[in-house]
C-alpha cells in the first residue's frame, strides 16, 4: 500500500538503524554489559539540575495551560531566547525573527518546506548526517555533495564547483556530526564569500542554513563563529536536545535574522509550514522550561572525560583519527580503508559502530561518546583487542 | 526566497486566520470582555486531576529520562494503547500496531507520507477540516471532495462517482468538524461497502484514514462505530487534544491494525516517516503522562453545558442549523446564503465565527463552543441582536 518512494527507502538499510539491531542482538546475548555500543547519538549527560527544578515548579502548578499558541511559540519564551542570543552575539534579535521548533530535525524540515522548489539543490558537506538526505527528498530538492579537505573542513574549490544557478541551500554543521570538527572563522569567512559571490553571479538569494545541535558541546577555548555575522543569508537552528539532555522532547528554535533577504516572507512560510507539516507549535510544556534555562548546560566535563578516554585509547592503539574539537563523535579510519571488514571485526569484538558510508565518507567509521563513561572504560580491553585484529602499531 | 507554492499559500487568506486577526483587532479596541471569539477550536476545559497529578509525580522525579526513544514511542505506553483500544472494542492490538504521534496533524501527514505517490487521489467529506489540504499538497497528493447530503452525511452516490483508479486515501472525521455531526453505523457499513466494491474494482488496496480528534467528545448515548470493524484497511488518528485539553503539547498515536493490507510495511513507512518529516518521536514526558491517564478524559459536561446554551440560543433566535452531537461546533446557515454579509454584521456585534468557505462550504458559518461558559452568555445578546440585523423570525 506504501508509495514507491517510501518503497525504495525501506529496502535501504541504513547504517545507523543496522547498529542499533547488531547492539540489541548482541545485548540480548552476551548481556548489556558486555556490548560497546558506541553507535548511537543518544546523549546519557544527566539533564541540569535547574532543568529539573523549573519542570517541577511548572508542574506543581495546578492551573498550568496546554493550550495551542501561536505557530511559532509563546511569545515571553521567545524573548527570552532572542535577549540570550543578542548578549552572547551582539545581534538585535526580536521575538519576530526566533520560532520554537521540534528540535532541529524540525526546525530544518520547515525550513526546507518554506525555500525548495522542486529541483532546487542543497549543498551539504561530506561527511553529513544521513538524515539531510530525507529531508531534502520530502520537497524534491536535490542534494549535492561537497567534498572535505583532509582535516574535514570544506575543500572550498570544490564548493565554488558545486554551486549552480539552482543551488538555493547550503547546510553547514559545526560542530559537526560524524568528525567532531569546527568550522574557524576563516572557513565561515571564505564560505561566506564564495556564497556572496556565486549570489551576484546568478541574481538571487542563496540561504544558508546553519544546523547547530552541538552548539555548546565545545572543548577549545575558541569561540565558534555566529554564521549571521558573515553572511546575511543565514537561517540557524538550534536544538536543546544535547545542550540540556532533552533530545526526546523534541525543543529548538529557528533564528531567522531579517537581514535575510525577504525576511518577512521567510518567516511567514516557515509559520505556515509548522502547521502544514502537522507540528502545529513546539511542545508546549517544554517550551517554558528552555525559556527559563536558557544559561543553562549539561555538566561539560561529562563528554570532555569521554572523549579523553576514547581519543586518548584510540590514538595509543594506533587508529587514525582527528581531535573532535566539539561534538561528542569520532571519526576513525577503517585500517585498509575496509569499512566493512572493519566494522565486522569490531562486531566480533562487541563494539558497535556505524559506518562511514552512511555519512557519505566510506572508508571510516563513527565511534560516538555520548555514553555512559563506564562503557568507554569498558570499551577500552576491546579496543585494543581490535587494534591487534587489524594489526595496528600502538604509539 | 521563498518556493512558488509558499508564495502562493501566502497570499489566500485562511478564514481562521483572518478571525484569529480580527479578534484581536477587536479586543484591543473594545476589550476582551466585550468581544466574543468563537472563532477556535482551543480546548479551554480543564486538564483532568489525573494529569495534574501525573504530571507532578513525573516531574518530582530526580532521574526522570528525557532522551531519544525508538520512534514509534515508548513501548510501555503503545502497550498501554493497546490494552485500552482491546477492552473498549474488543479488538487485539499489540504495541506494532500502536505508533505515538504529535497529535492527529503530525499522525495524519505521516500516514500520507507513508503511502502518497504524487497524483494519488486523497478523498475527503466537504464541509471538512481546512489543513487536509496542505497536508495533501505537502505529497503533491491531489485533494477530491464529496459532497454531503442534507443532514451532513457523506452523499454516498457522489462517493461512488469521485472514487477513480488514483484513488489512494479516504479521510473520514466523525465527530466531525465543522458540523458536530457523528457518522452513523449505517455511514460507515455504507463507506466500507463502497470502498471494498471501487477496491475489487481497481485491484489496489484504498486506505480509509479516520482522523478522531473528537472521538471522546459525544453528546448522544448513540456508540461511535470503530471503522476497523467495518473497514480492513483503516487506519485511525488520535489526539488527546480535546480529550485531555493537551493540545499545545502535541500528543496522539496512530492505530495500524495488522488486518491493513501490507501492515508490516506500512507500519514501517510511517515509522521512517516519523524521522524524515523531522519529528523523531513524540514528545516523550506527555507520551509518559497519557499512558498513565488512557483512561480519564476532561468533564463533558463543560462542553455539553456550552453546547446546550450556544444551540438553544440559536434556535430559540431562528437560526438554522443542526444540532451537534459530538466535538464542539455548530455549523450555521447564513441567512440568504450570504456567508460574507452575515460574517461582517456579526463582527459588527462583535461576534467572531469562520466563514463556510474555509471548509470548502459557503453560505455557512462554523461557531465553536470550546470556549469558557461566560463568553457564550455574554454573546447571547449579540447573537439576538444579530438575528434582528438579518431579520430572522424568533421561535
Redesign the interface.
Known amino acids: 500500500?506504501?508509495?514507491?518512494?517510501?518503497?525504495k527507502?525501506?529496502s535501504i538499510n541504513g547504517g545507523i538503524r543496522e547498529a542499533f539491531n547488531e547492539a540489541r542482538r548482541q545485548k540480548a546475548l552476551y548481556g548489556d554489559e558486555n556490548v560497546y555500543d558506541l553507535s548511537?547519538g543518544?546523549?546519557?549527560a544527566?539533564?541540569p539540575r535547574k532543568v529539573?527544578e523549573v519542570?517541577?515548579d511548572?508542574?506543581?502548578k495546578?492551573?498550568?495551560?496546554?493550550?495551542?499558541?501561536c505557530e511559532s511559540g509563546y511569545e515571553e519564551v521567545r524573548e527570552k531566547i532572542a535577549d540570550h542570543l543578542n548578549q552572547k552575539y551582539n545581534t538585535g534579535y526580536g521575538i519576530n525573527n526566533i520560532i520554537m521548533t521540534?528540535?532541529v530535525?524540525?526546525?530544518?524540515?520547515?525550513v526546507l518546506?518554506?525555500?525548495?522548489?522542486p529541483g532546487?539543490e542543497v549543498i551539504i558537506f561530506r561527511p553529513y548526517y544521513p538524515?539531510y538526505k530525507?529531508?531534502v527528498?520530502?520537497?524534491q530538492g536535490k542534494i549535492v555533495e561537497v567534498n572535505p579537505k583532509e582535516d574535514f573542513q570544506p575543500d572550498f574549490e570544490d564548493l565554488e564547483h558545486k554551486i549552480t544557478i539552482r543551488t538555493k541551500v547550503v547546510i553547514v554543521n559545526s560542530p559537526h556530526n560524524p568528525t567532531g570538527v569546527i568550522y574557524t572563522k576563516e572557513t565561515a569567512a571564505k564560505i561566506s564569500e564564495i556564497l556572496k559571490s556565486k549570489q551576484k553571479e546568478y541574481g538571487h538569494?542563496i540561504?544558508l542554513l546553519s544546523d547547530e545541535p552541538y552548539r555548546d558541546l565545545v572543548y577549545i577555548e575558541e569561540k565558534l563563529p555566529w554564521w549571521p555575522d558573515f553572511y546575511r543569508?543565514t537561517i540557524v537552528s538550534y536544538s536543546f536536545?544535547k545542550s540540556l539532555?532533552?533530545?526526546?522532547?523534541?525543543i529548538g528554535y529557528l533564528t531567522i535574522p531579517t537581514e535575510?533577504?525577504?525576511s518577512e516572507?521567510?518567516i511567514?512560510?516557515v509559520r505556515?509550514?509548522m502547521?502544514?507539516?502537522?507540528?502545529?507549535?513546539?511542545?508546549?510544556?517544554?517550551q517554558r522550561i528552555v525559556g527559563e534555562c536558557i544559561d543553562e548546560q549539561v555538566d561539560l566535563e561529562y563528554y570532555a572525560k569521554n572523549r579523553e578516554i576514547l581519543y586518548g585509547t584510540l590514538k595509543q592503539c594506533g587508529y587514525e583519527c582527528i581531535e573532535p574539537k566539539g561534538a561528542f563523535y569520532i571519526f576513525v579510519k577503517a585500517p585498509d580503508n575496509n569499512e566493512e571488514r572493519f566494522l565486522e571485526l569490531a562486531r566480533k569484538r562487541h563494539l558497535i559502530f556505524v559506518g562511514g558510508s552512511s555519512f557519505g565518507y566510506s572508508g571510516y567509521v563513527r565511534l560516538s561518546f555520548c555514553c555512559k563513561y563506564e562503557v568507554l572504560q569498558r570499551a577500552t580491553d576491546a579496543l585494543k583487542h581490535l587494534a591487534d585484529d587489524c594489526r595496528l602499531t600502538a604509539s
Chains 1, 2 share one sequence.
Open positions: 500500500m506504501i508509495s514507491k518512494e517510501m518503497n527507502n525501506l548511537i543518544n546523549p546519557s544527566p539533564v529539573t519542570l517541577k511548572f508542574c506543581g495546578k492551573e498550568l495551560d496546554h493550550q495551542y499558541m521540534n528540535g530535525a524540525g526546525g530544518i524540515n520547515i518546506r518554506a525555500l525548495l522548489n532546487d538524515a530525507g529531508f527528498e520530502n520537497w538569494a540561504c543569508n536536545s539532555s532533552l533530545a526526546g522532547e523534541r535575510v533577504e525577504d516572507n521567510v511567514k512560510a505556515l509550514a502547521g502544514r507539516l502537522g507540528f502545529v507549535n513546539a511542545p508546549a510544556l517544554f
